[in-house]
């Protein structure tokens, strides 16, 4: 979202914004950007500091304990003191009248903490055999139906009522590898699904599961 009534540099946004492959859009009144940030989800947030009522917007962003914190917020505006920069909470900032070299430095930066965040929460749908191993003796067979870099949704025929570590063994699918890592139950449902959250996973197979479901994102 573009909070911003400066046309001409919200059409140069837009150009370059377009070009990195993310959707734009343009909000020129403060009040109303905040009103659709309590009801929408946005990946990055670029406010026009010379716009009238943006200084309060930003203190209230910065007060406002839903919005998420890892959300990219670019800033923009005339010169300005560093400090005042800084009092903002933004990770970027440019001035105006944009160079379009630094804002496409500045831009692509944003787009790649976009890309990490969306991939970060992405639950990639999967239907393949898991073993949850409770304990040293009692092993569970479940059907997975969701992974992600966190953690696992699984399907099972019974109750899963364990407050011990369980360790979560599957195949990836299309891959040589088969994940094993440690995890703890997040939550059961009485339709015999559970969430599983991982505690423990080694960073070389930690690597390779952000490929693999990097690479199944972009596929779609």
Known sequence: MVVSRDWQEVSVLECI?????????????????????TK????????????????????NLQRD??????????????PRARQDIDATGALFS????????QAVRTLSAARNLILDGRLRYHRQAIDVPVALLC?????????????????VGVRLDRDLNVKQPIQV???????????????????TDASGY???????????????????????????
């Open 40 to 59: 929408a989800k946005v990946d990055a947030l670029i406010v026009d500091c010379d716009l009238g009522g943006t200084d309060r917007f930003l203190r």
């Open 65 to 78: 304990s839903h919005f998420p914190l890892n959300i990219p917020l670019v800033v923009m505006s005339g």
């Open 135 to 151: 304990g040293r003796r009692k092993r569970v067979q479940a059907e997975l139906v969701n992974l992600s870099q966190g953690g």
């Open 94 to 101: 440019f001035e105006k009248p944009i160079s379009v070299e």
């Open 17 to 37: 914004l377009g070009g990195l492959h993310i959707d734009v859009e343009v909000e020129s009144q403060p009040e109303r950007a905040q009103a659709k940030l």
């Open 194 to 220: 559970a969430g599983i959250r991982f505690t423990d996973v080694p960073a070389r197979l930690q690597k390779g599961l952000r490929l693999w479901l990097a690479q199944q994102y972009f596929s779609q």
């Open 169 to 187: 063994s599957f195949k990836l699918p299309g891959t040589r590898c088969t994940v094993r890592a440690q995890g703890e139950i997040a939550w």
